[in-house]
């Protein structure tokens, strides 16, 4: 019965000088390279998969970054508007903001009087002329309170209540109920990001096990041979790590790219539905960590499921 040579005996070890290490590395990428372009239909194909796995993540993720962007700038004018009823006298609005003043989480009491809110609706309405025709001033006294970023929801709608118990009040809009719903959406946005991202994760390794394995098959009959003559299992594998790198990284570069293009699409409409809100719109958009770290994710999961294959083939073929 023949005996089976071991790798040391026959192949050689792979301590090598560098300069050769580094040429074999350069020749199993360029085969790689040489492989993907013969096949190149369902190498796009490949592509596309692990770029939609890496992308709905990352869309998630740049939505969940542009909400907190949004509720950061908004955070800072935090607090309540008072509306007084049409027709109170000038004493109690002026006293209720000085009153507002002095309460330590108020940054800010804007007191609006009804002539100050005239001519600021004449700047910017479209039937200005037509107020020339009434008597009187329909627009109330208003006062605009801001508060400190870090007070409570059960203090700023005490201040609130209070507020709305003093003379002359009609009514008290308090602008934070809309905020607390914005970081609850933010928290379900986070959460489907967290579960998209471990579960298109695995899909991506899927896929790029699946190819390599494929790739596998195809050089069954040159693995056998290196096989029989002592070729050691990294040596084998090393091919094959390379696919799956080059499937992680092409598949994170087609994930870049469908997320600009969303982005894109999307810019328009989200700046005209913030400007209605009279708030500028900065999308936060791929910067260069952002995009290195799409890549290593790319490369990582490529590498995995590459790893993965080519093991288990590899142990077959060595039984």
């Not at 790798?7 to 300069?19: A, E, G, L, T």
């Not at 914005?182 to 998209?196: G, H, N, S």
């Not at 708030?279 to 290195?292: A, H, N, S």
Request: charged letters at 25%; proline letters at 5%.
């Amino acid at each position: 019965m023949a005996v089976k040579p071991k790798p040391s005996d026959v192949w050689p070890s792979d301590r090598r000088p560098r300069r050769a290490f580094g040429r074999d590395h350069v020749r199993v990428a360029r085969e790689s390279f040489t492989f993907i372009s013969q096949r190149l239909g369902a190498t796009l194909l490949v592509w596309v998969l692990i770029g939609i796995a890496l992308a709905l993540p990352t869309a998630l993720y740049l939505t969940e970054r542009n909400l907190a962007a949004v509720a950061g700038e908004w955070q800072e004018n935090l607090g309540f508007s008072i509306y007084f009823q049409p027709g109170v006298a000038a004493e109690a609005p002026a006293a209720l903001a000085r009153r507002l003043r002095r309460e330590p989480d108020v940054d800010r009491a804007r007191l609006i009087t009804p002539e100050q809110a005239l001519l600021e609706f004449r700047r910017h309405a479209a039937i200005s002329d037509a107020l020339d025709l009434l008597d009187d001033n329909p627009l109330p006294a208003t006062i605009r309170v801001a508060v400190a970023a870090d007070v409570p929801a059960a203090r700023l709608t005490l201040l609130a209540d209070h507020a709305r118990r003093s003379e002359g009040v009609d009514e008290v809009a308090v602008e934070r109920a809309w905020l607390e719903r914005l970081a609850t959406i933010r928290e379900v946005v986070d959460r489907i990001y967290q579960v998209a991202a471990v579960l298109l994760g695995i899909g991506a390794v899927l896929v790029s096990s699946a190819s390599v394995r494929l790739a596998i098959e195809a050089r069954l009959d040159e693995l056998q041979v290196l096989a029989l003559v002592g070729a050691s299992k990294r040596f084998m594998r090393r091919p094959f790590l390379y696919l799956g790198v080059i499937y992680g990284v092409c598949g994170a570069l087609v994930a870049a790219m469908l997320v600009s293009m969303a982005l894109i699409w999307l810019e328009a409409p989200l700046t005209r539905l913030f400007g209605s809100y009279g708030r500028g719109l900065e999308l936060v958009r791929f910067d260069p960590t952002m995009f290195l770290a799409l890549l290593a994710s790319g490369t990582l999961l490529g590498w995995l499921g590459a790893r993965i294959a080519s093991d288990q083939r590899l142990r077959e073929l060595a039984v």
